[in-house]
């Protein structure tokens, strides 16, 4: 069938999001602020409390920026964002009226199946439906599914608000008119699009992973210290954070994972030196020096 690009995209209007925590709190906020209807959808009330907390913090920084020194102009913007916003514990009534799924639940192949295996069934025949999985194969969570031309990846970057980027993945069975309308929706919430196939980490963290790990075991072979290499990293490349700063940043239990999920199994990464597991990572993980969010990782947050 001959779907242009505009019509595809022209059919997104009403958005779900399944999960309301960090990052899918992030994806509701932005959908709303572009003007899409959209559903949080969370496992309790309470859970989705926390997402509208996270959204109304960030929506009021939004606001003093916007207007400045008249509230009832940053009261009126908070407002009609959150009239885009509906909040359910039900996905799969949610999914019954939306034209895209985004799902941004724990990261586990299993919860995530079992959750498009029922959305499938509820959700009419265009709905498309994406996944912001970081580490998971796109693939083996639509393979739950029966609409895997309708399919794809949606990979957004934390925090949603402000960082710019949303990675497409197309699986083998992705078809044109979904790619375009995931650009075209993309674009919609003024992110940059880019294009990946469905390999492990995408484009940013399949070089960002080896990268961090490459940065610790430098320090491990005592060729710098980590504050040298963090340093060395932003005036002599330009990054915003060194490599030290950015895993306390993402949390060292989620470096982990991606690793050790990698050199277990993924796709053409299994035994490879560049991802094998470090010990000193393992090591903090297991001390619950986690990063910035526990309050110690490699650099010390708690004063
Ligand atoms: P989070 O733990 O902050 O939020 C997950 C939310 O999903 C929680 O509110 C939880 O109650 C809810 N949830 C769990 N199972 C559910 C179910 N069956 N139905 C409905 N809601 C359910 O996690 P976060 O960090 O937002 O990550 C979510 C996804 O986004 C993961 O797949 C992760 O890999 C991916 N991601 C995370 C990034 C990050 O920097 N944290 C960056 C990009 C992607």
Redesign the pocket.
């Known amino acids: 069938a001959a779907f242009s690009t505009s019509s595809a995209a022209a059919a997104i209007k009403n958005v779900t999001v399944?999960?309301?925590?960090?990052?899918?709190a992030g994806i509701v906020q932005v959908a709303a602020q572009s003007g899409y209807k959209v559903t949080m959808?969370?496992?309790s009330p309470d859970?989705l409390d926390?997402?509208r907390k996270i959204i109304s913090s960030s929506l009021a920084r939004v606001a003093k920026k916007k207007h400045a020194d008249d509230q009832a102009a940053q009261k009126a913007f908070v407002d009609k964002v959150f009239d885009n916003i509906a909040t359910s514990t039900d996905?799969a009534a949610a999914a019954a009226s939306a034209d895209l799924v985004i799902e941004?639940?724990?990261?586990n192949l299993a919860?995530k199946q079992k959750?498009f295996a029922a959305l499938d069934t509820a959700a009419p025949a265009h709905t498309i439906f994406a996944s912001?999985?970081?580490?998971l194969p796109i693939g083996d969570i639509a393979s739950a599914t029966k609409r895997g031309d309708r399919f794809g990846g949606l990979?957004?970057?934390?925090p949603v608000p402000q960082m710019k980027l949303v990675e497409i993945i197309r699986t083998k069975d992705t078809s044109d008119s979904t790619f375009a309308a995931l650009t075209d929706f993309t674009k919609a919430l003024s992110k940059s699009p880019v294009s990946c196939k469905d390999t492990p980490g995408f484009i940013v963290n399949r070089l960002l992973v080896p990268y961090m790990l490459e940065a610790v075991r430098l320090v491990e072979r005592g060729e710098a210290t980590k504050e040298d290499v963090d340093l060395a990293m932003k005036l002599g490349a330009g990054y915003p954070m060194g490599p030290f700063e950015l895993m306390d940043y993402?949390g060292l239990d989620t470096v982990k994972f991606i690793t050790d999920g990698w050199y277990e199994g993924g796709v053409g990464l299994k035994g490879e030196k560049l991802v094998e597991p470090s010990e000193t990572i393992n090591e903090l993980v297991k001390n619950k020096a986690l990063g910035r969010k526990s309050g110690k990782g490699f650099y010390d947050y708690s004063k």
């Open positions: 399944v999960g309301g925590g960090l990052m899918g959808v969370d496992v859970s926390k997402g996905a941004a639940i724990v990261e919860t959750l912001n999985t970081s580490s990979h957004f970057f934390n993402v």
